[in-house]
């Protein structure tokens, strides 16, 4: 199954005229081998079955065609197909990638084990052709719709640079029970210089039901969606049928995977409130409280063992700082030496996928500050809560073991990056940058405002690249992989389902009056439209639910 994992890329040179080298003329490698994995049963074997149908992940190409316009950073897409597929496999669609960003990407390519899984079409539809378009591409590119025979469904499209159909036997479709539902995931590229009848949006696709439980399987195909045509264009995803979870990495893979790709937090160098550990936490102070009986808090236990457990977040019981003013101001801030990075491993993309979330935990969230134009200015109790739950995901083929995406979760969403989008150091270690009071995590140094940020108005987000940092490989504990059963025992402070912080209601109105006798009269207004747009959570002061309570627990990031 070596010719699974290959890599390298066959280009065709359509062009008439040598333009600007582009992004994706450079394929991107992780900046060092990855490792030899411990030995297992299917994680990193180079194919996967799926219960009558094997897959290939191919990431060697062959150029098809490229447009140098539209899109991201107005740099165009290039159109590849798989190259190199291994005896017996089939392509089942073909890959697209905008050129603002290094070569990076796969699709899956199928045999099946005689019973008919796949098919030739039995027809082709042109779906669209670049023919009326004005912008720079190679030659005309034509997208096709391969038709299924009854029963079967397609999972991706053909390219050409010819306006002739594509032989039939060049692509297979899929029987439908293996195959599930389809969304459009990352935009790749559009086109605005043709008509309205003829103009295009092309999207990666992902499973429309995603998480530890879901079946459906990402192809790395793509979509086409073409203004005037009169039904929209379908296209389905694979499916794992019997939800195999032998890809899986086990107890000693996990291990590896983790020292190969765990993060390098830096933290603001003027962040006064540091993760710790849970233990610590809880060692210093922290006190379980019940409502009706808030005048006897009591003392929690270093694994949080008298916690209380399953239930619901029902306001019955939360956690709050120690009542002693010193203690108090001593657990705020938190103990570098002591934290610890809690990490999560679940199948995702019926098991073609492994995520491994990695979850900080820091006693307090600090104030927010906004930016109002050329002003600073602190937003007295506003964003401060107790207990501050943060995570970062990395998704890892189940393949080959490679890290293919980072979720960097921030206030009120987060961002997915292919791994050729972020900053590595130390080897293949993920470089993430924690903001100053908030804790969100970014790719990427510097001030990230949310809000308004054509008008330079919004809540500050600082990050930077500084001599505080925490390597989350060092000191890391793995508290929950479900699907290895009783293999990994999870804590009991992970099953405690309340609030990680109390909740004290203040006058917010007053604490807004504050901000604004700051600002000249024409930013009041300005300041008001930032307020009224920022999201409940920033108001009032809250705690957390802890990591086991969020939606991505067992679902996915977004």
């Not at 990402?218 to 499916?239: H, N």
């Not at 979720?407 to 993430?432: D, P, R």
């Not at 009041?524 to 959570?537: A, D, I, T």
Request: charged content about 20%.
């Amino acid at each position: 199954m070596g010719n699974c994992l290959s890599s390298s890329t066959t280009t065709t040179n359509l062009s008439k005229k040598v333009d600007k080298v582009l992004p994706i003329e450079t394929v991107f490698k992780l900046p060092s081998p990855l490792p030899t994995w411990p030995t297992g049963e299917g994680f990193a074997k180079g194919s996967i079955n799926l219960g009558g149908l094997e897959v290939c992940q191919i990431s060697s190409f062959t150029k098809v065609w490229a447009t140098r316009e539209g899109g991201l950073d107005n740099l165009g897409a290039t159109f590849f197909e798989p190259s190199a597929l291994p005896a017996g496999f089939f392509m089942l669609g073909c890959y697209s990638q905008p050129n603002n960003k290094p070569q990076f990407g796969w699709v899956l390519t199928g045999k099946d084990d005689g019973n008919d899984v796949l098919k030739a079409p039995v027809d082709y539809t042109l779906v669209w052709s670049s023919e009326s378009m004005k912008t720079k591409q190679d030659s005309n590119g034509y997208i096709w719709l391969p038709i299924p025979s009854d029963g079967y469904k397609s999972v991706g499209l053909m390219v050409t640079n010819s306006p002739e159909k594509p032989p039939l036997d060049k692509i297979r479709v899929v029987r439908s029970d293996f195959t599930d539902q389809c969304e459009n995931d990352m935009w790749v590229w559009g086109d605005d210089k043709v008509s309205q009848t003829s103009k295009i949006n092309i999207y990666s696709l992902r499973p429309s039901t995603r998480g530890t439980k879901a079946l459906g399987v990402c192809s790395g195909t793509f979509i086409a969606q073409v203004d005037g045509v009169a039904s929209p264009l379908s296209l389905s995803c694979l499916k794992n049928k019997d939800f195999n979870l032998s890809s899986m990495p086990n107890l000693n893979q996990i291990q590896a995977i983790i020292q190969t790709y765990s993060p390098l937090i830096y933290l603001h160098p003027d962040e006064p409130f540091l993760p710790s550990s849970v233990t610590w936490f809880f060692n210093n102070g922290a006190l379980l409280y019940k409502q009706g009986d808030e005048s006897n808090p009591i003392s929690i236990n270093p694994t949080g063992s008298n916690l209380p457990q399953g239930g619901s977040n029902d306001g019955t019981y939360w956690l709050d700082l120690p009542i002693d003013e010193g203690a108090k101001e001593k657990v705020k801030k938190g103990d570098l030496q002591s934290s610890n990075a809690y990490f999560h491993v679940k199948p995702m993309l019926g098991a073609t996928f492994t995520d491994v979330a990695i979850w900080v935990f820091y006693p307090f969230n600090g104030p927010a500050r906004a930016k109002v134009k050329f002003i600073n200015v602190p937003l007295g109790k506003i964003g401060e809560h107790v207990g501050d739950w943060e995570h970062m995901t990395l998704r890892v083929s189940n393949f080959n073991g490679e890290l293919w995406r980072v979720y960097f979760s921030e206030h009120s969403g987060g961002t997915w990056l292919n791994a050729s989008e972020v900053e590595f150091e130390g080897g293949n270690k993920i470089v993430s940058y924690s903001s100053l009071h908030g804790h969100g995590f970014y790719s990427k140094p510097g001030l990230v405002l949310q809000g308004n940020t054509e008008l330079g108005i919004g809540i500050r987000n600082d990050t930077s690249k500084s001599k505080i940092t925490m390597d989350t490989g060092v000191r890391f504990e793995l508290v929950s992989a479900e699907y290895l059963g009783s293999i990994v025992v999870e804590p009991p402070w992970l099953n405690f389902d309340r609030k990680w912080g109390p909740k004290i209601s203040y006058d917010t109105k007053k604490e807004l009056e504050k901000v604004e006798k700051l600002l000249p009269g024409k930013l009041k207004s300005e300041f008001e439209k930032l307020v009224n747009g920022l999201p409940n959570e920033v108001f009032g002061e809250e705690g957390p639910l802890g990591p086991k309570m969020k939606n991505n627990w067992s679902g996915d990031e977004v």
